[in-house]
């Protein structure tokens, strides 16, 4: 989301907030006008969960509205078992006529909704909230809705995500679809929006979240800690970290604030690693551009999560990937890298849907294995992409050919994150340099982020920029690399041939 090409559209010509009864004189000539026929439902209809049309989620975002920002106020008891006291205030613009505001909500109590400073009436249907304005709200028009609810940071059965409970407080893990389980929103990348966080939490705790702070707050036993972005922000990437925490600050290129949030206790043990960010950084500008937020820092969280996530300007890694003496350093290194590189794929250019996570997952793992090779000279890219062919019709069968994953199998915590999306993506981009070329693949990876800064963009806008960049029709191409049952033979490697799995030994 950009927002001032959306100022551009306002149909309206004053700048300023329009007042109820401006409004409902705007309803009603536009009721008269269209017969009520652009009304998203029928007066009188049951509540009902809308979507967005995800492939892969359908259930995720909501029609008739693009969210300019939130607002988030959570109140922190100091116990990991008590849901948080929250008010999420949401400012947008409506691009519909609206009876009912669909929200995605589902893990927490709503206490009080309401539009433009009026009650609503509210309701759950599926995993929305379902809120009725007292007047429907014109197409076209700013609206903000305030929910005042409880967030709760135990996770419903057999659903993950959302608040992660880490040994000293809390961190946020929503990708893919669980940034409604902590509080209301429009939840799909497609709907990029600013974020103010103020977390109010027991002083002694410390709390950080996406951006840069803009107030510390202490007032008798508590302290309130507000963050803001100055980059719009897919809802899956948001971060709110409280906890007994360091915060570090260092400095990155061109003087980018560089701040990592660990353990106080782990502060000087996880040093080493920390320290490595500025020149990962550096090494990442090196060949894609600028970084593109105000930050960048990892957040370390005392659990086991099983994963590490790109949340905006601060990345969620577990403790273990530092302290587990097992893995050689080049490999935690090329995953800081991984998240770092995120930062540019992904986040300043979201996906459109979620089918495509391939350009996040394959660009992250692409500049993994790339500083794996340039900083560790044993393991070379093309080995790994070698090695990612002999697997990549099993990871097909699997999950899908890259462009079009499977849907993630209910209850399986892995959910869409499976090899095809990432090894099995970079082989694409892998195959893709050996098409074209690396002098038009650098440039299609700089243009491509460039066009998109702060933006959403999908695959075939990739596949139109890849085919304008090195002046050929790539569709064929893409075709079959993206959505072919079987992987096609890769250019300039006839030789690479699918490798059977090594047969398991009896158990
Ligand atoms: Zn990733």
């Given at each position: 989301m950009l927002l001032s090409p959306r100022a551009q559209a306002r149909?309206?010509?004053?700048g300023t907030r329009r007042t109820r009864s401006t409004r409902s004189r705007g309803l009603a000539s536009a009721l008269l006008a269209s017969a009520v026929s652009v009304c998203l439902v029928a007066a009188g209809a049951p509540p009902t969960p809308l979507g967005?049309?995800?492939?892969?989620?359908?259930?995720?975002g909501n029609p008739g509205y693009d969210v300019a920002s939130y607002d988030l106020a959570l109140t922190y008891s100091?116990?990991?078992t008590e849901p948080l006291q929250a008010v999420t205030t949401i400012d947008g613009w409506t691009t519909d006529t609206l009876e009912r505001i669909n929200l995605d909500f589902a893990h927490g109590d709503v206490q009080s909704v309401q539009v433009d400073g009026e009650t609503a009436d509210f309701a759950t249907a599926g995993e929305d909230l379902v809120i009725t304005p007292a007047d429907p709200l014109p197409r076209g028009d700013w609206m903000r809705v305030t929910v005042r609810h409880t967030s709760d940071p135990v996770s419903a059965k057999g659903r993950d995500g959302g608040w992660v409970r880490t040994a000293d407080g809390l961190a946020m893990a929503?990708?893919?679809?669980?940034?409604h389980l902590v509080f209301p929103c429009?939840?799909?990348?497609?709907d990029k929006a600013m974020f103010t966080v103020r977390v109010t939490a027991p002083n002694g705790y410390t709390a950080v979240a996406n951006g840069l702070p803009t107030d510390v707050d202490r007032a008798g036993r508590a302290t309130t800690w507000t963050y803001r972005t100055l980059h719009p922000m897919a809802t899956e990437l948001a971060q709110v970290s409280i906890g007994r925490s360091a915060v570090l600050h260092r400095e990155g290129p061109h003087g980018l604030p560089v701040r990592d949030v660990v353990p106080a206790k782990d502060r000087e043990a996880l040093e080493p690693w920390l320290k490595k960010t500025p020149d990962q950084i550096a090494w990442m500008e090196s060949k894609v551009?600028?970084?593109?937020?105000?930050t960048y820092g990892v957040l370390v969280a005392d659990?086991?999560?099983?994963f590490e996530l790109e949340t905006q300007t601060l990345s969620l890694f577990e403790k273990g990937l530092f302290t587990e003496?097992?893995?050689p350093k080049w490999y935690v290194e090329s995953i800081m890298v991984h998240e770092l590189a995120h930062q540019w794929?992904?986040?300043?250019?979201?996906?459109?849907?979620?089918?495509?996570?391939w350009l996040n997952e394959g660009h992250a793992t692409w500049y993994e294995a790339l500083y794996a090779q340039e900083k560790k000279d044993d393991r070379t890219l093309e080995a790994r992409m070698k090695a990612a062919y002999g697997a990549s019709d099993r990871w097909r069968t699997a999950g899908g050919p890259p462009g079009a994953p499977k849907p993630p199998a209910p209850g399986q915590k892995i959910g869409i994150f499976r090899a095809n999306v990432y090894d099995g993506a970079a082989l694409v981009l892998f195959a893709l340099r050996e098409e074209i070329g690396v002098e038009a693949f650098d440039r299609l990876e700089r243009t491509w982020l460039t066009d998109h800064r702060d933006g959403t963009a999908g695959t075939a806008d990739f596949v139109r920029l890849a085919g304008q960049v090195s002046g050929r029709d790539l569709g064929s191409f893409f075709q079959h690399w993206l959505y072919d049952e079987k992987t096609p033979p890769m250019p300039g490697h006839p030789e690479w041939k699918p490798v059977a799995p090594a047969v398991k030994a009896p158990e």
């Open positions: 149909p309206y010509r004053s967005v049309g995800d492939r892969l989620f359908p259930h995720l100091g116990s990991n929503n990708q893919a679809d669980a940034a429009n939840d799909h990348p497609s551009g600028p970084y593109p937020f105000e659990t086991v999560t099983g003496p097992a893995y794929f992904g986040n300043s250019v979201s996906p459109r849907t979620w089918s495509d996570l």
